[in-house]
């Protein structure tokens, strides 16, 4: 199986910060992978996809990068409604999640 | 606009059987791939199977292979996941969700309201 580490596990930054999130593949992914929002008791919402697609409709302050096993996510500028657990999902074989980056307000 | 409606919570005894349901409106369930999710606090969230219309067949997860059975019921359009031989790690919420079918994409992009399990004795 294909284990996907994130980190940090928690962020505290402020309004307007620049928010980074990497998320490591314990294999080559080549670029299969996905960024989801959760926010509390609500279900996931897939923001990136293919590791640097933005989703129609999300902010364009959300990007991701990354190729092999190292991938990132970047909030540009970090606004109060971004406040959410992040998780990063491959597809190179079937489906793995990391375990979630929660992101809070300073 | 598809939509996934799950049924309500659930509480088990260890080594009982819980079968959750997930109704899909603006679609139809031909026409989906449809998968589940769980998510438990200490593992967060586990992909556990799905269906992929193009080949007809349904993957399990093999951590959960034996204990899973996904099944659909194309004139109702309501998808079913049934857990087996149930544990207390077993406690979570359950997700129904699907995958754009027929196109090179691989996330999930419609997903249910989510049904808790509980399993205590």
């Known amino acids: 199986d294909i284990q996907m580490t994130q980190s940090p596990s928690s962020l505290s930054a402020s309004v307007g910060d620049r928010v980074t999130i990497t998320c490591q593949a314990s294999?080559?992914?080549?670029?299969?992978l996905n960024w989801y929002q959760q926010k509390p008791g609500k279900a996931p919402k897939v923001l990136i996809y293919d590791a640097s697609n933005l989703r129609p409709g999300v902010p364009s302050r959300f990007s991701g990068s990354g190729s092999g096993t190292d991938f990132t996510l970047t909030i540009s500028s970090l606004q109060p409604e971004d406040i959410a657990t992040y998780y990063c999902?491959?597809?190179?074989?079937?489906?793995?999640f990391g375990q979630g980056t929660k992101l809070e307000i300073k | 606009q598809v939509q996934l409606v799950q049924s309500g919570a659930e509480v088990k005894k260890p080594g009982a059987s819980v079968k959750v349901s997930c109704k899909v409106s603006?679609?139809?369930?031909?026409?989906?791939?449809m998968h589940w999710v769980r998510q438990t606090p200490g593992k967060g969230l586990e992909w556990m199977g799905g269906f992929d219309p193009e080949d007809g067949e349904t993957i399990y997860a093999q951590k959960f292979q034996g204990r899973v059975t996904m099944t659909e019921d194309t004139s109702t359009d309501i998808a079913y996941m049934e857990l087996s031989s149930l544990r207390s790690e077993d406690t979570a919420v359950y997700y129904c969700?699907?995958?754009?079918?027929?196109?090179?994409?691989?996330?999930?992009?419609?997903w249910g309201q989510g049904t808790l399990v509980t399993v205590s004795s």
């Open positions: 969700a699907t995958k754009p079918t027929f196109q090179p994409l691989y996330y999930f992009d419609f």
């Open positions: 294999q080559d992914i080549t670029t299969f």
């Open positions: 603006g679609s139809t369930l031909t026409e989906l791939s």
């Open positions: 999902q491959q597809y190179d074989s079937l489906y793995t």
